[in-house]
């Protein structure tokens, strides 16, 4: 299909959802097509390869990444559709079909009779309904997947970039609603194919939480308040987020227990964590290669490192979260609910499966009330200098209030206690930050100042 691969050659790399950015596409292929939807309008399940030049830096081949989409085909597109269009072949319009609520119904009744068509296969979970006559609407909340929301009553997340293997996010829900876990949405269904041979997991259907706010709105409010009346402390102004932020670190707990109740503890012998602080050190020096302006703070980070390969005893480890931060939890009349297991999205799969030491998370938490903090000051070069070093030592102050409430909520909720464990804690947020250097620079370069100005204040 070389007429589509060139279309989708311009298309795939403007999406939010694309994981290449900052790097050269050189060929789109399309390596599995499925017809889901006979006629006018016609549904097509893709699956593409998109394949990249070696980075500057990395010598060797090159890669190719895999992604999946939806594409719907109408001989005449709806003004409604208009903005959804990738472009036109054969007389026919081209669009994405997650923005047609004619097209994705189909997920929905595929999944509830359990159907197999052509290589892929639609699932309910065991012991759970799929209402089918509900209209979609593509979620605007789209990071590195998209998402449907179906009639107010379900969120199917259609997993963009796909690598061979059982997502983490539909094993951990699985897994965690198996032990019966009160803080995750239900799971009511998903679909899979199989790639290079292995089951690999295209979607997931879930409970939508339609009364929640995320924890980002919700902090993000909070800094909001406190900058607004800049002579307050922040247990003085109206939004103190710091009992939420305690009972979040409660709820993380009890969430870490049930990760262990449904795939167990084991032990990370003292070489292993060596060899761990020694791939935090790699990720820094692929992160220097790749960004530059982490240079200056090369040595201070790779110290902390240092400090963990010199770690004496064993590591609990258990699946985690992996990719922990206040967009990831949402707060609803039953209490905080935790979302998106997947992991980080630069790792690879097996590295994210990797059981690792539950205070992983937790140092991803703080780094994102860091960031709550902190993505507002960029916005305020206007106000005069001793105004900006006063919001600076607020933002300080915020964070601090939080990270601390947070810790306390976690270690009364039965976690390990974070201060016991500063140089691992330490470790863990110094990588979490310099993964976040990477992402900020190829994804929101706007942002990157915020990992930075971290190192650069020694707060992480
Ligand atoms: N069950 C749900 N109920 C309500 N909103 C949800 C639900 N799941 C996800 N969302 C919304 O969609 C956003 C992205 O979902 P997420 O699972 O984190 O996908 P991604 O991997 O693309 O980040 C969330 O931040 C949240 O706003
Ligand atoms: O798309 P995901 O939710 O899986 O996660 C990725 O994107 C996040 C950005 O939205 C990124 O998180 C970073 O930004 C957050 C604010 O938008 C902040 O709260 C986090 O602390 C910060 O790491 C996440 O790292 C990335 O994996």
Known sequence: MPGLTELLREWVPRQRWFAGKGREVREVTVLEATELTVGDPGLHHLVIGVGHDAEPGFPGPGTVDRYQLLLGTRAELPGRLEYAEIGRLGGRHIYDAVHDPELTRTLLTGMAGNADTGPLRLRTVPGQEIETDLVSLASPAEQSNSSLIFGDVYICKLFRRITPGTNPDLELNLGLTRVGCEHIPALHGWAETDLDGEPTTLAMLSEFLRTATDGWRLAA??????????????????????SEAERLGAVTAAVHRDLARAFGVSRLPVDDVRTMAEDMHRRLDETVLAVPELEPYAAMIGAVFDDLAKHEVDLPVQRIHGDYHLGQVMRTE??????????????TLAERRTPSHPLRDVAGMLRSFEYASRHLLAGQTQVAPEVGEQLEVRAREWAERNRAAFCRGYAEGGGPDPSAHEVL?????????????????????????????????SVV
């Open 334 to 347: 039953r209490g905080w609910m935790l979302l998106d297991f997947e992991g980080e999205p630069l790792h």
């Open 425 to 457: 804690l330490r470790a863990f947020e110094y990588d979490k930050a310099v993964y976040e250097v990477l992402y900020e620079a190829r994804n929101r370069p706007s942002w990157l100042h915020i990992p930075l100005s971290s190192f650069r204040h």
């Open 221 to 242: 409010t909070s800094v909001r308040d406190l900058y607004a009346e800049v002579d307050l402390h922040a247990d003085e102004v109206g939004g103190d987020f710091a």
